[in-house]
């Protein structure tokens, strides 16, 4: 039994993750009327912030903020709704076990650098620019449509080629070496990519580890090297490359943009599960909840990953056969497992040892000494579901924002690496989940011996877990792999690069497009473009 409501709108977006409010804020912004259908009883997907200890919140999915797309904050005036983003006051803090360790970013780099290898701090200003020449192309493209494939006359390519030849001219304005750079970046692996630069292990691991993270294969695999460059192409208040904190966590992210998209007029629906795309005659015509209530619009606009949207949301029957067999394919699952902890104090590192909150306490603290220890955790998990050596990033946002613990007290964010999506022995993550967070917390503890005591509660969302909650398939952080055949043209699908489904009247807004993953707002602002270009250009009528 369905019922459908009473209204009807332009544009139903299923998701209310940070995409999809984009999308929803610009569509609204452009006049139409805008439904944002959420199943979970908050909006921000994976940009959240939670009680999820009485009295400590956190950033419980994702945590720290960089690639965040700046025209994206000024048109939706983040700041006006509250946003307010600073800066980690140390970029990374690398322990290592034989006493010594690595600090990373403001003024100190090279010197820290050299500590391991004067060759090396030499070479990070050459590195820093080549990798600056390259982002500064990436950047450019963000917020652009790619190329898409498509089928039909020369008529109906040439708009596809005409893009085809801008970005051909952006590419002639590098320098032949730069365009060598390029390539490299985009196929090689971080590994080699960073051996080519330095010889020490602790600089590698601290760069290195943009390469893996979400990226579930070792740094030595091919097209790892994309990996990293995408992690380098945002800023934290003009300053590139830098990565911050939003006050309030990255909630406070998501409440921002829900106000500008409901200042516009959109209309943001909680508990709202969907459960199919309705398609008449065709056409994407509304979307079916869990408990039979239709929202009937002209356009339906998914923010899930792409995967769960045709596999699970729209009948197999109404999709082309060859279009379902590929989006089968399409590879998602990310190795990560995910913590939060309250903490009674912070953590004292043996290598530089104090309780009170220092710059390196404000830093993501990398524990993964060098890039053989990343690949050897990627083989283990491999093998067995994960490393006994596990890779793990901690993160105490509260040394930046004391709103989030109380007065004394802490939260941390620990990020884990290379454990398998789905166990090899066929064992659930659900039987292995605390055995597996008390591995990580031991992890953390061999460098700061009073961490297990400190922490006072904990959450761990494992690969399922992540599935479970925020709806991301194998724990795919960014919605399908960023694997080169997977992006720009061919995210999700050579053919299906401009945010149009294959379904009349179906787009699509999530990570699970180009860009790609990450809290960048950009697949939300470009499907947007091309939403409301449909609606000029009256290939869909308002409602
Ligand atoms: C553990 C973790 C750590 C991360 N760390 C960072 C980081 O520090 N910095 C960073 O920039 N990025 C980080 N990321 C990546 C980033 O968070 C994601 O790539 C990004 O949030 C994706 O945004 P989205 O809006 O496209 O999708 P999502 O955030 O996944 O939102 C999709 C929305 O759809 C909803 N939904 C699902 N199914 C249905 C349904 N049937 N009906 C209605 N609604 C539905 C979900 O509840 C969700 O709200 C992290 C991600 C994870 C998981």
């Known amino acids: 039994m369905t019922a459908t ?88 803090f690398l322990p290592l076990a034989d006493g010594r360790y690595l600090k990373v970013g403001g003024e100190h780099t090279r010197q820290e650098v050299a500590k391991f290898s004067s060759r090396d701090a030499e070479r990070l200003d050459g590195y820093h620019a080549r990798l600056q020449t390259v982002t500064d192309v990436l950047r450019e493209l963000v917020l652009t449509t790619p190329p898409n494939m498509v089928e039909g006359g020369a008529l109906a390519a040439l708009s596809e080629l005409l893009k085809t030849g801008r970005l051909a001219n952006r590419m002639r304005r590098l320098a032949p070496d730069e365009r060598r750079e390029l390539l490299e970046l985009f196929t090689a692996s971080a590994g080699d990519y960073l051996d080519g630069w330095f010889d020490s292990a602790p600089i590698k691991a601290a760069y290195g580890f943009d390469g893996i993270v979400g990226h579930y294969a070792s740094p030595y695999a091919a097209g790892s090297a994309y990996v990293l460059l995408h992690h380098c192409f945002g800023e934290v208040n003009g300053r590139k490359g830098v990565w911050g904190h939003a006050i309030g966590g990255m909630g406070a992210i998501t409440q921002a943009m829900a106000k500008a998209a409901a200042a516009h007029g959109a209309d943001i629906r909680l508990g709202f599960a969907a459960r199919e795309v309705v398609v008449e005659n065709g056409r994407a015509t509304g979307v079916a909840s869990a408990t039979g209530e239709v929202v009937r619009a002209r356009a339906v606009v998914a923010n899930v990953n792409p995967k769960l949207l045709y596999r699970d949301l729209i009948d197999a029957a109404v999709l082309p056969a060859g279009f379902r067999e590929r989006i089968a394919r399409y590879r998602c699952g990310s190795g990560t497992f995910r913590m939060n902890v309250a903490l009674a104090e912070l953590p004292d590192f043996t290598v530089l040892p104090g309780r009170e909150r220092a710059g390196h306490h404000t830093a993501g603290i990398i524990i993964a000494p060098s890039l053989a220890y990343m690949e050897q955790a990627y083989f283990d998990a491999r093998a067995s579901g994960w490393s006994r050596r596990p890779i793990v990033e901690l993160v105490i946002p509260s040394t930046l924002d004391p709103s989030l613990a109380p007065p004394g007290r802490h939260v941390a964010s620990l990020f884990c690496q290379h454990v398998a999506p789905t166990l090899p022995d066929g064992s659930s993550w659900d039987d292995q989940r605390e055995r597996v967070a008390d591995l990580m917390i031991a992890t953390v503890d061999a460098h700061a011996p009073n961490f297990s005591r400190a922490v006072l509660g904990r959450q761990i969302f494992t690969p399922l877990d992540l599935e479970r909650t925020f709806g991301l398939v194998g724990g795919d952080i960014f919605h399908g792999a960023l694997d080169l055949g997977q992006l720009f043209s061919a995210r999700p699908m050579l053919g299906y690069a401009s945010y149009r489904g294959p379904i009349a009247g179906l787009y699509m807004c999530g990570a699970g497009t180009h860009p790609g993953g990450g809290v960048t707002g950009a697949p939300g602002h470009n499907a947007a473009r091309e939403l409301v270009r449909d609606f000029r250009r009256g290939r869909l009528r308002r409602a």
């Open 5 to 92: 409501t009473g209204a009807s709108y332009d544009v139903a977006i299923i998701g209310g993750g940070h995409n999809g409010l984009v999308c929803a804020a610009y569509a609204a912004m452009a006049g139409l009327k805008v439904a944002v259908l959420e199943r979970r009883d908050v909006v921000g997907g994976a940009a959240v912030t939670e009680e999820f200890f009485p009295g400590f919140r956190n950033s419980v999915a994702a945590y720290t903020v960089s690639l965040l797309n700046p025209k994206v904050v000024r048109d939706l005036d983040l700041a006006g709704h509250g946003l307010k983003i600073v800066e980690r006051e140390l970029a990374n």
